[in-house]
Nanobody, 122 residues
Framework: QVQPVESGGGLVQAGGSLRLSCEASGRAFDYHTMGWFRQAPGKERNFVAA????????YYSDSVKGRFTISRDIVKKTVYLQMNSLKPEDTAVYYCARRIYYSDHDLDYTNWGQGTQVTVSS
């Protein structure tokens, strides 16, 4: 099964920034919406942001709207998540996955990556 590869996580202080990358090589991800989700310890996996295959439309959860920006480089087959003004509650493992059409439900997505850890200290 083809999996995307997430990277860019790390430890950052509150108010800082990180940029996550999701490399989704292979034709399996062409013409698919790509979504970012996150899961904190002991909690459910929640929707963060999504972007359509051509980058024309993007979607955000209320908790990150105005702070995070999702983008996509079709040539590089990479989706980015720029995270600014980070808060301790953003601490989680961040995953990317694909779906034909946009959805904010994780069970609608397939081809999950291994995730990248983001830790925001107060």
């Amino acid at each position: 099964q083809v999996q995307p590869v997430e990277s860019g996580g790390g430890l950052v202080q509150a108010g800082g920034s990180l940029r996550l990358s999701c490399e989704a090589s292979g034709r399996a991800f062409d013409y698919h919406t790509m979504g970012w989700f996150r899961q904190a310890p002991g909690k459910e996996r929640n929707f963060v942001a999504a972007i359509t295959w051509n980058g024309d439309n993007s979607y955000y959860s209320d908790s990150v709207k105005g702070r995070f920006t999702i983008s996509r480089d079709i040539v590089k087959k990479t989706v980015y998540l720029q995270m600014n003004s980070l808060k301790p509650e953003d601490t989680a493992v961040y995953y990317c996955a694909r779906r034909i059409y946009y959805s904010d439900h994780d069970l609608d997505y397939t081809n999950w990556g291994q995730g990248t850890q983001v830790t925001v200290s107060s």
